[in-house]
Nanobody, 118 residues
């Protein structure tokens, strides 16, 4: 069982930056694919970014060039650096983990709120 705990959310003005962190329990973190998703009010949860165990990265078109996902296996932590934030980035951001680099996401965090004011 893997537990994921997000932190770093908050209120920021448009154009600002935030860095979200996701701390994972477990001894096999380095072998997991990790991802970030978000869900805005009244909308479906959507993919934001992912990083494979080999540190290959993937981004949604809406955040490409503004967000950067990274991982620190020594700290069992995955990050997403969010720059040039827009009001439409406002959402609850969730961290997820999966045992392979494709397929379903097996574990989810509780989420952290990000609010971008205009």
């Amino acid at each position: 069982q893997v537990q994921l705990v997000e932190s770093g959310g908050g209120l920021v003005q448009a154009g600002g930056s935030l860095r979200l962190s996701c701390a994972a329990s477990g001894r096999t973190f380095s072998s997991y694919g990790m991802g970030w998703f978000r869900q805005a009010p009244g909308k479906e949860r959507e993919f934001v970014a992912s990083i494979s165990w080999k540190s290959s990265t993937y981004y949604a078109d809406s955040v490409k060039g503004r967000f950067t996902i990274s991982r620190d296996n020594a700290k069992n932590t995955v990050y997403v650096q969010m720059n040039s934030l827009k009001p439409e980035d406002t959402a609850v951001y969730y961290c997820a983990a999966r045992r392979s680099d494709a397929g379903i996401w097996n574990y989810w965090g509780q989420g952290t709120q990000v609010t971008v004011s205009s």
